[in-house]
Each structure stands twice: as structure tokens, then as C-alpha cells.
Nanobody, 125 residues
Framework: QVQLVESGGGLVQAGGSLRLSCAASGRTFTNYNMGWFRQAPGKEREFVAAITWSGGNTKYADSVKGRFTISRDNAKNTVSLQMNSLKPDDTAVYYC??????????????????WGQGTQVTVSS
């Protein structure tokens, strides 16, 4: 089983940037496709971005496309989410997630078996 720990959340003004990181431990990192989800108060947890085990393929939610970038460093067992041009609607708890390596890169919660504890991102207007 892989353990995931997020970091990098905080308070930022609209238009600003934050970089989230997720450190993985416990199993071989390249065994997993990785994803980021977020959950705002009173809302369902929603997909943000995902990346395959090799980093060769990525997917993004329409709401973040062009503003957020997912990347991974397999040598350091980390996956990152660079968030630019942040909006108040981006305020949420952001979760890192891992799914067993496959050709398919999933965007649903059920695709991911392992989750971190989350990190709060607050964007002020």
C-alpha cells in the first residue's frame, strides 16, 4: 500500500499561484498513476488533474485547463500541482490520489484506491 502526504496549501489572493506537492512512500512510485482532486465545503469531491506512471499522459478538468499543471518526479517519489491564475472558486481541500498503474488514466474517484489527508487552499477575492 502506498502512503500519500500533501503539502503546499495556504492562503493566496486571486490571480496568485501556489504549488502543491504530494510525497509517496511505501511502494514503488512508478506502479501508480496519480491524480489530484478537490472538495469545497458542501460540494462533492471533484477531479482536477491526473498523470500516468511515466508522466507521458495528463488530463485536466475543464475548469483548470490552462491554469494548472500536473507533473511528477519519479526519482523523488513526488507529484506536484502548479496552480496559476487562482480564483476564489478554486478554494477547496486538495487531495492527492494514487491508482494502480494502467493504460487508462482515470478521472473518477472510484478509479483511485489510495488517498492523502488533503491540504487546504484558500483563494481570497
Amino acid at each position: 500500500q502506498v502512503q500519500l502526504v500533501e503539502s503546499g496549501g495556504g492562503l493566496v489572493q486571486a490571480g496568485g499561484s501556489l504549488r502543491l506537492s504530494c510525497a509517496a512512500s511505501g511502494r514503488t512510485f512508478t506502479n501508480y498513476n496519480m491524480g489530484w482532486f478537490r472538495q469545497a465545503p458542501g460540494k462533492e469531491r471533484e477531479f482536477v488533474a491526473a498523470i500516468t506512471w511515466s508522466g507521458g499522459n495528463t488530463k485536466y478538468a475543464d475548469s483548470v485547463k490552462g491554469r494548472f499543471t500536473i507533473s511528477r518526479d519519479n526519482a523523488k517519489n513526488t507529484v506536484s500541482l502548479q496552480m496559476n491564475s487562482l480564483k476564489p472558486d478554486d478554494t477547496a481541500v486538495y487531495y492527492c490520489a494514487a491508482a494502480d498503474r494502467s493504460i487508462v488514466l482515470g478521472t473518477t474517484k472510484g478509479y483511485y484506491a489510495y488517498w492523502g489527508q488533503g491540504t487546504q487552499v484558500t483563494v481570497s477575492s
